[in-house]
């Protein structure tokens, strides 16, 4: 993920649930489609915001059909011995919790729920999003903490379906069943006044985990560390920059003679962040990091160069509002013997309010995926590819408590490598009560 993203602790998961609740999204659909958790920023939010005390809790469940499940080729999904089509039931209950108090201000937010698959069962997953934050002003200081985890199946589309000698792999549960586990840790310190110039520093850990004997391969740790100054005004928001470092720690690749070269490696960056969001017509948040990789060994200077996270939200009059958002960040990935992607992200959404209880969104996103090879026997073992999503939902709110919302999005991808192409749709509704 990119690094250096915010300065005190994080309400990322607080407002992306609020956010998912609001429009009725579909939890189980987007799961297994494209995950837009690479865009961390909130137009929607305030700059200076100070949360209020909030419980929000509420169940939900979504029902959809999902054209093609083993998101890939039509050959890959017969290897795979999956049908393609499926009836994909997910209830979840979700939590957006803030409660202040004179220690310090706790919040909690995330979902924790379960896919269930009509004819694959052998999908059926937890879906687990927790993440909590505690925020204490100590002397002149904000010292922020914040917990996660996270646990799911592994999209189909981002499982390796290539043996080391290039050919595809013929069924096997590696190639069909892996749970990925992240937990992650950090904390963060800013000093200074609420306005005037603030230095900071964050420290984030991560551990990336895979079930999948053949998964364990990409098994990680993950450590981004940095710091900076911002200057903050309520004129025009907060402004700053920062340097830091991420590391990267392939926990099982040493063991193995053909990867043991490449089981660690990092990326340094420096960066300016923008964050001006004073409730005008025009919200704009975002940071821009210039990067420079070093793999031991390996020559991947192609991934130096500029990272991004930006984020604005127009409303047009009353019941209007336009947001786009874009990211590129290097992470790792999960489930292709890649040493690490680059990911860019663009996305779009109109939202418009029909009557005061109905709205109609319409989503677009494309991502496009660079892969880091590992040095194997020259085979391509992950394709570069580029997906794009297009989704429309129309969300009802039938009470405070009860709010519907029944969607269609297909996704199209197309990658170096034909087996990994593929097309999907689904179809679906969601229902969420509030307690």
Known sequence: MIAGRTI?????????????????AAPGAFAQTLDPSALAFDPSGLTFDRPAPRLHIAGAVDAHYDSNVARASDAVT????????????????NADIVAPTSAATFTLAGSVGYNFYLRNSRLN??????????????AICDVGLNAGIARRQTDLGDLQILNDDGTLIDGGEGTIVNTETQWRVGGTISCGAAVGIEPNAYANYRQLR????????????????????????????????????????????????LFAATDRFHYSYIGAKLDRRL????QVQGQVTYTRVSVPGRDLSRFDGLNWNIAAQLRVGGSTRVSVATARSIDVSAGFRSDFARTTI??????????????????????????????????????NDRTDQLGLALGFEKSQRLNFAGYVQGQRRRSDLAALDYDAVQVGLTASLRF
């Not at 997953?125 to 100590?138: F, K, P, V, W």
Request: hydrophobic share 40%.
């Open 8 to 24: 005190g602790v994080s309400h990322r998961g607080v407002r992306a649930l609020s956010l998912l609740l609001a429009l009725g």
């Open 78 to 93: 017969e290897r795979r011995n999956l049908d393609k089509s499926d009836f994909v039931l997910s209830p979840s209950i």
């Open 125 to 138: 997953r937890e879906r687990i999003d927790l993440n909590a934050t505690a925020q204490r002003r100590i």
């Open 210 to 257: 895979n079930s999948a004997e053949v998964r364990k391969f990409n098994n990680a740790n993950v450590f981004d560390y940095g710091g900076g100054v911002a200057y903050a005004s309520p004129a025009f928001g907060r402004i700053g920059v920062f340097a830091g470092r991420t590391d990267f720690n392939y926990t099982d690749r040493a063991s193995d003679p």
């Open 279 to 282: 409730g005008a017509r025009l």
């Open 346 to 383: 663009y996305s779009g959404k109109v939202e418009r309010a029909l009557t005061a209880r109905t709205r109609l969104t319409f989503t677009a996103l494309r991502r496009e995926r660079d892969f880091a090879q590992v040095q194997s026997a020259g085979f391509p073992l992950a394709a």
